[in-house]
């Protein structure tokens, strides 16, 4: 009897040690906010809240089971993760339903897959690996097999086009890069090329890309097209105030001047009802949970654990400002949910399988102390 | 010694690490301070002036959709038309039980079955916050009904719409298409064409037809309107209205009499006819049997109709006309005839013996005529249709040489009609089979398969429309037009027109002796030939041409028997013609799917065209006189 509670108490201590409390509370309490201004989005409708809930629960139970696994694991699935990615979106590129005038998804038959989401994922925990194995000899070939890693995907998402993506996908490859210790004089030559590449690109963009950051630089050239959209944001936040209109009272979102208010601008929704003190409170929960990955990258023990723990923490604050840039009018549209807030299953899930790696870090580091 | 270095490389290592992650936490510091700085500004700085936007003036950009432009025929008679109607309607969204919403409802407004399933695909489909119909149509009395209840629904709404309506029902209706909501792939494509905002308030868009392909013409401009709404989102007074530029009317060059004489004339069967005006490419009749009714798109179709429409053996959504492909069987022959003279491989006075088959290779090719023609010429081979005469003469010609012909008559390329969905069709050549297979042994090109070419079999598959650009090109003496279904575009508020000019494709150098004799041996068919007897007492010189085409490859020594036959094996039966002989006003060419012998079912469909257009005759009894033949045996082959 005795044996058996003792067996109870062990197995469930071991199976929330993995989880670190700090990650966990900030996660919840921005998925919170986000819930709360799902429903005041949803004029009051539980349907979307519940759905929500659901997701979240799904995302729970896969960031637990990640959590539990230790990087040394962890790093078994890089390569497998990268390669099918990477067939799916040459699949994509061959079968894929086209929508947007643009080729992103796989028809599963019960669903629609985005190959492009699961390569936020798999592309730094591919380098992370890719690094980690070539530690003793880092060289320049490394990096530029490192680049070609990251190119490669790259190229198959940017022409889809799925540009927002794509800029996404690059940043995290850049991001392992960079901490891998890519020399700063590198470093500057990369960041000369990509400007000195602008022009080109710039010309390789599709219309309707070129015609979104165009209305960025004045938004009232569309009023009815995309222009409207961060006419109406950039004033639902303005009218909100130092403290907000309060929650559900948001006129804004309410009289539904706010597209895609439950998805990529449930920004402008929360920061109409919840003013500049809100967004304050947002932009601490994130720095603090960024804060937090980057803490545990400094201390993690493996080269692997380091690598992805940082570009983990930096792809959490990207997503955060690319969001917040553009629906306040500062970032050209993109299409990139806020994360922990936005509504949608595939997103939430990709976040918290994000935290479940920061937390196998971290149990990798207290274990290495033991 | 190796442990120590590898230690201190590592602390080293560690310790650039650590920098470069302060570097980063300094530029996500950096980053989130200029977010925070533009809340400050919008939020404290301007917040007065969003303050003023958002409470004082709020301020409502709501679209103005425009009137759908009209589809008339060439003689101004309406094809596509709008009518205003009440609708009830859901916001899904405001909504919290729609089963009782709707179970409530209909104890107020009839709302069958079918309106439960389409409104049920609607909220499958639905964009983001739209307010979806439950019921068109609504009858006065519904309408007075629903208003006195009104209070005790929120989120239910009756709304005037206009609705699109086709008069003639299925008539035409592969030149019509229909329009359908607008779904997110219609979205995802207009946003593709940069128009999405064009499109903020319209609900409906061309799916197919005339109505897809002159979409951009037929929907017109939105327009816009400013209106200043009170807290509760109620419209208090209108600032400014930017009234919508309604479509331009699309008017056709089809006539839609004809149109419906052509289409009685096929008397249920399936197949496909396109009549064209010789002189500029212009559609005068464009028929692909079974068609649909249009109607039942309009207001969103059911999934039941949808079904049926889609698992129909019939496929009476397939537009046969351009996008069936057809072996044009011996319809095919006066091309090859014209290859012949035009290449010098026969003159008008070489003759041969027919003995009814063709040996080459030692295999034997048979004429569909078990004895032979005896001796036959040129003219002769195609009166009288005899397949060793095309035999001996594919061979002569050789496949380079008859593809290389025939291609300069638009087989086997799309014409570029004004109409979506056109299919390519095959011309055969050594070089297309390349392309097409890819085991070596198929990929080669045998010159067996050179013989059946010669009378319109083998691989030859081309689509009705292929078919009767070609047969016009022969009427006009050689110039191939682009055929166009739109005579002109016109504005309904300024008038202004926009005429659609003929488009030459190109004019193919033919000796004007050589069409000559081919037309008139064309002539000789139905005075004479396999076309004589649908054309008994025509009050017209015309020209034509029999065909069959084979649906399943006959055994060497057995005998095609229809009545053995399945239904849908059997051979289709073709016709083309052009009338009066001396310069034609119209060109055709009709396919009759299983129905065997060119002139038992094509030709007498072709008479009847004819006849309507150069003599404004209406067929007395079409189903008569098709009984009539039906149970003869064919007037010489084909």
């Known amino acids: 009897m005795e044996l058996a509670r003792g067996t109870i108490r062990r197995l469930a201590r071991s199976s929330v040690d993995s989880l670190d409390a700090t990650l966990l509370t900030i996660a919840l309490l921005l998925a919170a906010l986000g819930i709360a201004t799902l429903y005041s989005a949803s004029d009051e409708n539980p349907a979307r809240v519940i759905g929500q809930l659901r997701h979240l629960g799904v995302a729970l139970i896969a960031m637990w089971l990640i959590a539990r696994m230790p990087p040394q694991v962890l790093m078994r699935f890089a390569l497998p993760a990268y390669v099918v990615g990477l067939l799916l979106l040459v699949a994509v590129a061959l079968f894929g339903d086209i929508a947007n005038g643009a080729r992103r998804w796989l028809n599963l038959g019960v669903t629609r897959f985005q190959p492009s989401e699961m390569m936020k994922i798999a592309m730094p925990l591919m380098l992370a690996w890719y690094f980690h194995r070539n530690e003793e000899d880092l060289r320049r070939r490394t990096f530029v097999v490192a680049g070609l890693l990251v190119a490669i995907p790259l190229f198959l998402i940017a022409r889809q086009p799925d540009l927002g993506t794509a800029l996404l996908v690059a940043a995290a490859g850049f991001y392992v890069i960079f901490f891998a210790g890519l020399s700063w004089k590198a470093l500057g030559g990369l960041m000369a090329i990509t400007l000195a590449s602008l022009p080109p690109i710039w010309g390789l963009l599709h219309d309707y890309q070129r015609r979104r950051i165009l209305t960025l630089l004045d938004p009232t050239q569309d009023p009815l097209g995309a222009g409207y959209h961060i006419i109406q944001s950039t004033i639902a936040i303005g009218s909100g105030g130092l403290s907000g209109k309060g929650w559900l009272n948001g006129t804004q979102s309410h009289l539904e001047f706010i597209p895609e208010r439950h998805t990529d601008f449930i920004f402008a929704v929360y920061s109409e009802e919840f003013g500049l003190i809100g967004n304050c409170v947002l932009l601490v929960l994130y720095v603090l949970l960024i804060a937090r990955g980057l803490a545990i990258a400094m201390q993690a023990t493996t080269f692997f654990s380091r690598l992805l723990a940082g570009t983990i923490s930096l792809m959490l604050f990207t997503y955060a400002f690319v969001n917040m840039g553009m629906v306040s009018g500062v970032l050209p549209v993109v299409g990139v949910p806020l994360p922990f807030l936005s509504y949608g299953g595939t997103a939430l899930l990709t976040l918290f399988v994000a935290i479940g790696l920061l937390m196998s870090v971290h149990k990798d580091r207290t274990l290495g102390r033991n | ?638």
């Open chain 2, 1 to 638: 010694m190796v442990a120590i270095t590898e230690f201190r490389n590592t602390k080293r290592e560690l310790r650039a690490f650590r920098a470069r992650i302060l570097v980063a936490a300094a530029i996500v510091l950096a980053a989130f301070g200029a977010l925070g700085a533009r809340f400050v500004w919008l939020q404290l700085a301007q917040h007065q002036y969003y303050q003023t936007r958002a409470e004082d003036n709020r301020i409502a950009i709501v679209p103005l959709p425009p009137q759908r432009g009209l589809i008339l025929d060439r003689n101004g008679r309406v094809l596509a038309r709008n009518y205003s109607a009440y609708t009830l309607e859901i916001s899904p969204r405001k909504v919290d039980d729609l089963e009782r919403t709707i179970e409530a409802l209909s104890a107020l407004v009839e709302i069958g079955p079918r309106d439960r399933s389409r409104f049920a695909k609607h909220v499958a489909e639905a964009r983001n916050a739209e307010s979806l119909p439950i019921r068109t149509r609504l009858s006065d009395e519904e309408v007075a009904r629903f208003a006195v209840n009104r209070y005790r629904f929120t989120g239910v709404e009756i709304k005037a719409r206009l609705f699109r309506q086709y008069p003639f029902g299925s008539t035409a209706s592969h030149v019509l298409g229909y329009i359908g909501r607008i779904n997110e792939r219609d979205l995802e494509r207009l946003e593709a064409l940069g128009v999405e905002a064009n499109y903020r308030g319209s609900e409906y868009i061309g799916k197919r037809g005339i109505e897809a392909s002159y979409e951009q013409s037929l929907h017109g401009a939105t327009g816009l309107e400013q209106i200043e709404i009170d807290a509760a989102g109620r419209g208090i007074r209108t600032l400014s209205s930017n009234a919508a530029r309604p479509g331009r009317n699309a008017a056709l060059t089809l006539d839609i009499a004809l149109q419906q004489v052509a289409e009685t004339a096929f008397a249920g069967r399936r197949g496909a006819l396109v009549a064209l005006d010789p002189a500029n490419g212009a559609v005068l009749a464009f028929v692909s049997m079974p068609g649909y009714d249009p109607n039942l798109f309009v207001d969103g179709i059911d999934v039941q109709s949808w079904k049926a429409l889609n698992t129909s053996a019939d496929r009476p959504l397939n537009n046969r006309a351009i996008a069936g492909l057809y072996p044009p069987g011996s319809t095919f022959k006066p091309f090859m005839a014209l290859a012949a003279l035009e290449l010098g491989k026969r003159t008008p006075e070489s003759a041969i013996q027919d003995p009814g088959y063709f040996m080459f290779g030692g295999r034997r090719y048979r004429d569909s005529h078990p004895g032979g023609h005896g001796t036959v010429d040129l003219r002769k081979s195609i009166v009288v249709s005899s397949d060793v005469y095309y035999y001996q003469l594919a061979h002569d010609l050789g496949i380079v040489a008859i593809a290389g012909f025939m291609q300069q008559f638009g087989f086997g390329a799309r014409t570029g009609i004004d109409l979506d969905g056109e299919a390519t069709g095959v011309l055969p050549s050594p070089q297309w089979k390349m392309k097409r297979f890819q085991r070596p042994g198929q990929r080669r090109w045998y010159a067996g398969e050179t013989i059946s070419i010669g009378i319109g079999q083998g691989y030859n598959a081309y689509t009705p429309l292929q078919l009767a650009a070609a047969t016009a090109a022969i009427a006009n003496g050689g110039a191939l037009y682009r055929p166009h279904v739109v005579a002109y575009i016109e504005d309904p508020q300024s008038g202004a027109r926009e005429t659609v000019t003929p488009h030459l494709i190109r004019r193919i150098a033919v000796k004007p002796a050589h069409v000559a004799f081919v037309r008139d041996a064309m002539a000789g068919v139905n005075s004479e030939g396999t076309g004589a007897r649908a054309f008994a007492d025509a009050q017209y010189t015309s020209a034509g041409k029999t065909g069959t085409a084979q649906v399943i490859g006959i055994k060497q020594n057995e005998k095609y028997d229809a009545k053995k036959i399945d239904e849908r094996l059997r051979d289709h039966s073709l016709f083309i013609a052009f009338a009066p002989l001396t310069s034609p006003k119209i060109a055709l060419a009709v396919v009759v799917e299983n129905e065997g012998f060119g002139s038992r079912a094509a030709a007498t469909i072709a008479r009847s065209v004819l006849d309507y257009y150069l003599l404004g005759k209406k067929p007395v009894a079409i189903e008569h006189s098709s009984a009539q033949n039906a149970g003869k045996p064919p007037a010489g082959n084909l």
